[in-house]
Each structure stands twice: as C-alpha cells, then as structure tokens.
Nanobody, 115 residues
Framework: QVQLVESGGGLVQPGGSLRLSCAASGSFFRLYTMGWYRQAPGKQRELVAAITSGGSTNYADSVKGRFTISRDNAKNTVSLEMNSLKPEDTAVYYC?????????WGQGTQVTVSS
C-alpha cells in the first residue's frame, strides 16, 4: 500500500512558477513509475509528466519545455517544477504511483493561474 500526499498548489499569475511535491509512504518507492496528472473542470484527467524507476521522463506536449518532473528516492518524493504558467494550466493536479497492476493516487492539489 502506498499513500501519496501532494503539496505546493495555489494561485499564481500567468508567467509565474510553482513547485508541486508529492510525499509517498510505503515500501519500494524506487520501483514505481511516478506521474503527475491534472483535471480541469469539465475535462478528462490527463497525464502531465511521468518519471520511471530508472529516471526516464515523458511530458505532455502542452507542458514540454515549461515543466520538469524529478524524484528523490532517498526521500520518497516526486516533484513537478512548473514555469511560464498559463491560464490553461489551471486544474487539480494529482500525484500517481504505478507498478504493474498496482496504482495509487493522491488527493489532489489545486493550481490556479489567473491575473
């Protein structure tokens, strides 16, 4: 069992930056692929970025060059650095842990980009 707790969301102006963090409890964190998803009102949840146990990353086209995902296996954390934020980045952001048939979600953190 893995529990995920996100933090770092908030209100930011367009062009600003935020850093989201996800703290994971449980064993074998280093084996999990970790991801950040987001869901805007009226839209489906979508993958924003993911990082494998080996450190390989992938990003949604809409965030490439602006967002960076990273993990610290010693601290059981995964982070999402978000720069040059746009109003369309507004959503609830969820942390995800995936390993084979196992999948866990955090409770989500709100990110609002508005002037």
């Amino acid at each position: 069992q893995v529990q995920l707790v996100e933090s770092g969301g908030g209100l930011v102006q367009p062009g600003g930056s935020l850093r989201l963090s996800c703290a994971a409890s449980g064993s074998f964190f280093r084996l999990y692929t970790m991801g950040w998803y987001r869901q805007a009102p009226g839209k489906q949840r979508e993958l924003v970025a993911a990082i494998t146990s080996g450190g390989s990353t992938n990003y949604a086209d809409s965030v490439k060059g602006r967002f960076t995902i990273s993990r610290d296996n010693a601290k059981n954390t995964v982070s999402l650095e978000m720069n040059s934020l746009k109003p369309e980045d507004t959503a609830v952001y969820y942390c995800n842990a995936h390993l084979s048939t196992l999948e866990y979600w955090g409770q989500g953190t709100q990110v609002t980009v508005s002037s």
